[in-house]
């Protein structure tokens, strides 16, 4: 069976500081992979999504940025980080070209920036 | 503007009570939809996914069903139970969009 893992699960970050979230999936081969975000108040926002390695789509522009450096391996970054950037921010895959199917959720990170 | 909405935001409920929660969606160009559960600080668990083509699709106590027409789609769980109580999100998948466009959830107390 496939398993999504996320993590960090809770950060505490100061503005300014770098991020690194790391996002894995087991028991499944290129999957299509996502990034929300869910702020409070809002629905969830999707960030990123990608079809491959290396293959990056960025849906909103902001402050992050995401990088597939591996098959079932999904990383959210940041360089500096702003107040706004906090939140719950969700992983989450698809199977293979399947944009149209069932998606399956991380337990997600949650970021408070200071 | 492809919109969902979730109405009421909260809403509780003795247990036993069947429970009817609403998705509405302007656009009914709609692919899928896509019903999941939230628990407070947990990600979420895909609950029940209704092709374009489908009237409703069923799991256990949970009952999806799905009226392009009319913009909607409704969620019942029968006999509800306090462990039923969580955040409730309709997400709809839209023609040409790669994205799936969420609701703001419906949260869900189910009073013992």
């Known amino acids: 069976s496939q398993t999504i893992h996320q993590w960090p699960a809770t950060l505490v970050q100061p503005v300014g500081s770098p991020l690194s979230l790391e996002c894995t999936v087991e028991?499944?081969?290129?999957?299509?992979l996502y990034w929300y975000r869910q702020a409070a108040g809002r629905g969830l926002q999707l960030l990123f999504y990608s079809v491959g390695i290396g293959q990056i789509s960025s849906e909103v522009p902001q402050n992050l940025s995401a990088s597939r450096p591996q098959d079932r391996q999904f990383i959210l970054s940041s360089k500096k980080l702003l107040l706004s950037d906090s939140g719950f921010y969700l992983c989450?895959?698809?199977?293979?070209?399947?944009?149209?199917?069932?998606?399956?959720f991380g337990p997600g990170t949650r970021l408070t920036v200071l | 503007k492809q919109e969902v909405t979730q109405i009421p935001a909260a809403l509780s409920v003795p247990e036993g009570e069947n429970l009817v929660l609403n998705c509405s969606f302007t656009d009914s160009a709609i692919y899928n939809l896509q019903w999941f559960r939230q628990d407070p600080g947990k990600g979420l668990t895909s609950l029940l996914l209704i092709q374009s083509s489908q009237r409703e699709q069923t799991s256990g106590r949970l009952n999806a069903s799905l009226d392009k027409s009319s913009g909607r789609s409704t969620l019942y769980i029968a006999a509800s139970q306090p462990g039923d109580s969580a955040t409730y999100l309709c997400a709809v998948r839209y023609y040409g969009n790669n994205r799936l466009a969420f609701g703001k959830g419906n949260q869900v107390v189910v009073i013992p």
């Open positions: 028991g499944t081969s290129n999957p299509n």
């Open positions: 989450a895959w698809s199977v293979s070209g399947g944009f149209f199917d069932e998606q399956f």
